[in-house]
Nanobody, 121 residues
Framework: QVQLVESGGGLVQAGGSLRLSCVAS??????????MGWFRQAPGKEREAVTT????????AYTDSVKGRFTISRDNAKNLVYLQMNSLKPEDTAVYYC????????????WGQGTQVTVSS
């Protein structure tokens, strides 16, 4: 059973930066993975996809509201995925979740417990 653990959340002023990390564990000799993603859920709102990265070639996709401010990256050797968040806005306040898509066509089936990001104005 793959486990994902996020870290790096916190309280930051508008315009500031945070870097979230997500480490995967609980797999066998190799981490079979198609894609990883970061999602977020603000109070009273539905969970939304923020960004995804294809594990094999690093192709990325971002929701429009974070383009140019957020960057997803990965460290294949350490089974880590990062989310660098710059120029944070109060509307970025949410619980951020790391998730894994095991193979193409599958849903994001493994999720972390989430880490709170709060941006003050």
């Amino acid at each position: 059973q793959v486990q994902l653990v996020e870290s790096g959340g916190g309280l930051v002023q508008a315009g500031g930066s945070l870097r979230l990390s997500c480490v995967a564990s609980g797999f066998g000799r190799t981490f079979s993975n198609y894609a990883m993603g970061w999602f977020r859920q603000a109070p009273g709102k539905e969970r939304e996809a923020v960004t995804t990265i294809i594990w094999s070639d690093g192709r990325t996709a971002y929701t429009d509201s974070v383009k140019g401010r957020f960057t997803i990256s990965r460290d294949n050797a350490k089974n880590l995925v990062y989310l660098q968040m710059n120029s944070l806005k109060p509307e970025d306040t949410a619980v951020y979740y790391c998730a894994r898509k095991e193979r193409i066509g599958a849903p994001f089936g493994s999720w972390g417990q989430g880490t709170q990001v709060t941006v003050s104005s």
